[in-house]
């Protein structure tokens, strides 16, 4: 369960549900709550970047439409309608990749992913 405070683990399986592939680079995963939002980070190795070996790819959860999104304008640009079809895809969870941040490299795990996994 994903609540306000620190990281929640996610594992390769929780990935596969949501349709992210657990590539073979995989290390970990992290959820959180951030406000109305969620975040979910990535944790993989990447042996081309050394020595900052784990690279950290950030998602924002949008588990309803975001406010700031007009649905209308949605609709409209989209050359749809607000019909059955286009309904079903309100209900859903949508992943959207940020780009890369500072930090994105970093030599080993943060101690907020190593702190949970020590206690497994």
Known sequence: MVS????????????LEIGLPA?????????RQTGET????????DLDDHPN????????V???MPKRIS???????ASTSANANFERYLDLVFLVKR?????????SLPEE????????
């Open 4 to 15: 306000a405070g620190g990281p929640v683990l996610v594992t390769a399986e929780d990935l």
């Open 23 to 31: 590539a073979p680079s995989f290390v970990a995963a992290t959820a």
């Open 38 to 45: 969620y975040e979910l980070s990535v944790f993989r190795a």
């Open 53 to 60: 070996l784990i690279n950290i790819d950030t998602y924002d």
């Open 62 to 64: 949008w588990v309803e």
């Open 71 to 77: 649905v209308s304008n949605l609709i409209v640009g």
């Open 99 to 107: 780009d890369e941040e500072p930090g994105h490299h970093l030599p």
């Open 113 to 120: 992913v190593l702190l949970p996994l020590k206690r497994l």
